[in-house]
């Protein structure tokens, strides 16, 4: 597909031309039997623009063929001639969260309320995680764990009644 010189230079000069001469150019490319999508890349105009300016303009087979196999891909290429592949972008995000989850996770291994904090719902199968803030963790011990029996006097071995409201 070659493109005659005297568009070529139309379309360096597209921001200076008329409207009239605008839609020439584009009516001119398409007449070269380039797509639509080929003609929005060198001149900055919308696809329904150019479908306006060109109804009347019927590709020859010869031409509609040339088109098709620009557009077909070469096996495991996209358009464009990048590989294609869907998997190894989320691969690599998914990569960079891990890499930065072990990061942020050594950092607050050193923080002890952190720490009693992820590990308290789990140790307090009775207080369940729903009753227990972080700011339950201030000032009090893990004791606040123990569940009270019936056995045992009231605040003894359960959690200080205070902190629960």
């Known amino acids: 597909m070659e493109i005659e010189a005297d568009i070529l230079e139309r379309v360096r000069k ?10 020439e150019l ?12 080929e003609i929005m890349k060198l001149i900055p105009v ?19 063929d040339e088109v098709v196999l620009r557009r077909t891909p070469v096996p495991g290429r996209t358009l464009s001639g990048e590989p294609y592949t869907t998997h190894r ?3 690599r995000e998914v ?22 904090g992820v590990r308290l719902p789990y140790d307090c199968s009775s207080a369940g995680p729903s009753r227990i803030s ?26 200080p009644s205070s902190i629960f409201r």
């Open 14 to 23: 597209y921001e200076t031309l008329s409207r009239w001469e605008r839609q």
């Open 26 to 37: 584009g009516r001119d490319l398409r007449r070269q039997g380039l797509s639509y999508g």
């Open 46 to 64: 919308k696809k329904s623009t150019l479908a306006t300016w060109c109804r009347e303009i019927r590709l020859t087979e010869e031409q509609a």
């Open 89 to 91: 972008p989320r691969k």
């Open 95 to 116: 990569e960079l969260i891990k890499k930065q989850a072990r990061l942020e996770a050594q950092h607050l291994q050193d923080d002890a309320f952190w720490t009693s």
């Open 134 to 159: 972080r700011r339950t963790l201030v000032g009090v011990e893990s004791s606040i764990c123990m569940p009270t029996t019936a056995n045992q006097p009231p605040g003894r071995g359960g959690p």
